[in-house]
Each structure stands twice: as structure tokens, then as C-alpha cells.
């Protein structure tokens, strides 16, 4: 069993930056795919960002492509998602999860945009853009 836990949510004006982490509670993530995704009020669970469990490897939504960047320290058991120039159509809910079939099994960039392919989920961060 893989516990996550997310930190670094708050409220940000627009064009701020916020960091996300997710700590994961096993000393394996390295064999991890894991993923970032949001949900907003009213809304579906979108894919936000993803990583190889080696962190070579990245793959982004379109919506946030040049302003966030995800990145692993493997060592530390943990995942980011540096988020710049924030918007307030970013508000939401920010989730990571793992998952450790995603870039193994399931090959291919199409994959780590599924979240019914990942196992484990952590409870989410809110992130909050002001305008």
C-alpha cells in the first residue's frame, strides 16, 4: 500500500507561482510513474502533468504546458509540480498519484493521461487563483 500526501495548495494572485509536493510513504516510488491531475468545482478530474518513474520522461496538458514543470527526487520519495504564471481557470483541486503499471505495462505517452490507470491517489491540495 502506497500512501500520498500533497502540500503546498494555497490562494495565489494570478501570475504567482505555487509549488506542489507529494510525499509518498514508500521507499519504492523510483519504480513509480506518477501523476498530477486537478478537478474543479462542477467539473471532471483532468490531467494535469505526469513523470517517469526514471524522471525522464515528462508529459503535460496542454492548458499548462510552458508555465508548469513536474520533476521527482527519488531519493527524497517525493514528486513537485512547479506552477508559474497561475491563472484563475487553475483553481481547483490538485491530486497526485502513482502508480507503478503506467510506462511499464502500459507504454506510451497516452497512458499517463489516464487516471483510471493510477492505483494509488493522494487526498489533494486546493489551489486557489485570484484575479
Known amino acids: 500500500q502506497v500512501q500520498l500526501v500533497e502540500s503546498g495548495g494555497g490562494l495565489v494572485q494570478a501570475g504567482g507561482s505555487l509549488r506542489l509536493s507529494c510525499a509518498a510513504s514508500?521507499?519504492?516510488?523510483?519504480?513509480?510513474?506518477m501523476g498530477w491531475f486537478r478537478q474543479a468545482p462542477g467539473k471532471e478530474r483532468e490531467f494535469v502533468a505526469a513523470i517517469s518513474w526514471s524522471g525522464g520522461n515528462t508529459y503535460y496538458a496542454d492548458s499548462v504546458k510552458g508555465r508548469f514543470t513536474i520533476s521527482r527526487d527519488n531519493a527524497k520519495n517525493t514528486v513537485y509540480l512547479q506552477m508559474n504564471s497561475l491563472k484563475p481557470e487553475d483553481t481547483a483541486v490538485y491530486y497526485c498519484?502513482?502508480?507503478?503499471?503506467?510506462?511499464?505495462?502500459?507504454?506510451?505517452?497516452?497512458?499517463?493521461?489516464?487516471?483510471?490507470?493510477?492505483?494509488?491517489w493522494g487526498q489533494g491540495t486546493q489551489v486557489t487563483v485570484s484575479s
Open positions: 498519484a502513482a502508480d507503478p503499471n503506467v510506462g511499464t505495462y502500459y507504454t506510451g505517452s497516452y497512458y499517463y493521461t489516464r487516471s483510471d490507470l493510477y492505483h494509488y
Open positions: 514508500t521507499r519504492t516510488l523510483s519504480t513509480y510513474a
